[in-house]
């Protein structure tokens, strides 16, 4: 998901607009904005589909007026349920001292448990959504204030959480102890603003002001004042590695590091550790763009464009059903035939999830005439399930869970098939060294079966780590 928030700035709803705009790529599903005028109170919009359709129109921007907002585009765990608006973040409580609305990216992995209990107190859910936990841990915390009843509440969560929340009067994030998902603070005009991801200060003219820090609580007042600080024990930080690879915009800064210039180098790691001759090599668009680009910097191999894309489709990966997703790939990519004919080409895509996207771009691939197929993937085998956010399938339909790489190969019916290694992972994003196995700089879980928070929901259900 995306989450942006702003504050001191007239019509502080139009800003997040266009934040949320910037971080569409985040979650199309749906959308929602709340905001507050000290006139008007508390108003909200919440919509499914994207935001350019839902909050450009006047009719629903001057329904939503005053100096603070927030807003949430979702992505939900996909195929469990029907969306519905419920579900749609931000959500609003009403507390003794005033109300408040949060907006959460992340996963929870003790959500079940945390909701059971609450209902047994007596809360009552709107939303099956595991981020209404935490307002109702804020209704029922002691505290006076909201930024304490919050705090109260974030520590009894588990997994990855980064939240804005705003009150009539203070806009404030958090990231869980081990930063596990983005969230930086910007400054715009005489505001500040909150964002998943840089490229939304970008699109409003806010600065970068810093990351907020794995652990930290910001609360920006009315005035502008910051005040900052740590709530939870301090821990090594587990940055979602894939963040890197695949799930921020390329155009985003990262730990001081561009996003695009990653995937660049992954490229160049790739092209050292899995070389091949061939004639072109064509990123899978957009998601293997840049490394595609470095790929064929590092191995002296021409880029080329032999999948073209329809840039009026969104992330396949995110349509629910099989069925969809199945003709998502033909609605999305089409080979460039006059160009693939004859050639022997290197294909590279960010990841291998279900095999989905990889098997149908082969056959095409195949279909236009090509002479030989190499794949090469941007992120070493996804063989575990992510339970901090980022939708992956059941374990069972990963397929590299049940695959060795020469089974894949074998499976995709690709002349070759070959991943960047975990090392060449972290070598591209920075840390020279590589991983360091007694301690990993980032979470890799997906790809190591190492979480750095054990899934205890999942783990209740059965699931073997
Ligand atoms: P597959 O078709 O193998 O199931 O999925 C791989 C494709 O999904 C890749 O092209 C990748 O760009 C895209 N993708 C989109 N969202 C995600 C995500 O959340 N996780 C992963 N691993 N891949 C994703
Ligand atoms: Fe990111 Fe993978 Fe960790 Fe999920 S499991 S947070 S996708 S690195
Ligand atoms: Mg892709």
């Known amino acids: 998901c995306g989450i942006f928030g702003v504050i001191g700035v007239t019509d502080a709803a139009n800003f997040v607009a266009l934040g949320l705009h910037a971080l ?131 520590r009894r969560v588990e997994g990855a959480f980064s939240v804005i929340a705003m009150t009539r009067t203070k806009l404030i994030g958090v990231r869980d102890p081990l930063g596990v998902r983005p969230l930086v603070l910007g400054k715009v005009a005489d505001g500040y603003c909150l964002s998943s991801e840089t490229c939304a200060l970008d699109i409003i003219g806010a600065e970068l002001v810093r990351e907020v820090e794995p652990g930290e609580m910001v609360v920006i007042n009315e005035d502008g004042s910051v005040e900052s600080s740590h709530p939870f024990r301090r821990q090594p930080s587990k940055f979602c590695i894939f963040e890197h690879v695949y799930f921020s915009r390329p155009d985003s800064i990262i730990g001081g590091r561009s996003v695009y210039e990653t995937r660049r180098q992954i490229g160049v790691e790739l092209a050292k550790e899995s070389p091949v001759e061939a004639d072109i090599v064509c990123p899978v668009p957009d998601s293997g763009t840049p490394a595609a680009i470095g790929y064929s910097q590092e191995s002296g191999i021409p880029y080329a464009m032999g999948i073209i894309r329809n840039q009026y489709m969104g992330r396949t990966f995110i349509e629910p059903t099989e069925q969809i997703r199945n003709m998502g790939v033909r609605l999305k990519l089409n080979v460039n035939r006059a160009l693939i004919k004859g050639k022997r080409v290197i294909l590279v895509d960010d990841s291998v999830v279900r095999g989905t996207t990889s098997r149908k771009i082969k056959e095409m691939i195949l279909d236009a005439g090509a002479a030989e197929v190499h794949f090469r993937i941007a992120s070493p085998p996804t063989a575990w399930p992510c339970f901090y956010g980022v939708d992956t399938p059941e374990r069972e339909k990963l397929l590299a869970a049940t695959m060795s790489e020469e089974e894949m190969r074998d499976h995709l019916k690709v002349d070759s098939l070959r991943f960047i290694s975990l090392d060449g992972l972290y070598r591209a994003v920075g840390e020279a060294e590589g991983r360091k196995t007694s301690c990993p700089q980032y979470c890799d879980a997906c790809f190591s079966g190492e979480y750095p928070v054990a899934p205890s929901d999942q783990i209740e259900k059965g699931f073997q780590l």
């Open 24 to 154: 569409q790529h985040r979650g199309q599903e749906a959308g929602g904005i709340v905001c507050y005028h000290p006139d008007h109170g508390f108003n909200s919009a919440r919509r499914f589909g994207y935001v350019r359709d839902n909050f450009t129109s006047q009719d629903v921007m001057q329904t939503l007026p005053g100096p603070l907002a927030i807003g949430h585009v979702r992505y939900s765990t996909a195929g469990k349920k029907a969306a519905v608006i419920r579900d749609v973040q931000p959500f609003f409580g009403e507390f003794s001292k005033g109300g408040a609305a949060i907006a959460h990216n992340g996963n929870i992995t003790n959500a079940d448990a945390l909701r059971r209990e609450l209902i047994e107190r007596g809360s009552i859910f709107q939303s099956s959504s595991d981020s209404e936990c935490i307002i109702h841990l804020m209704a029922r915390s002691l505290q006076k204030d909201i930024p304490s009843r919050m705090e109260d509440a974030l």
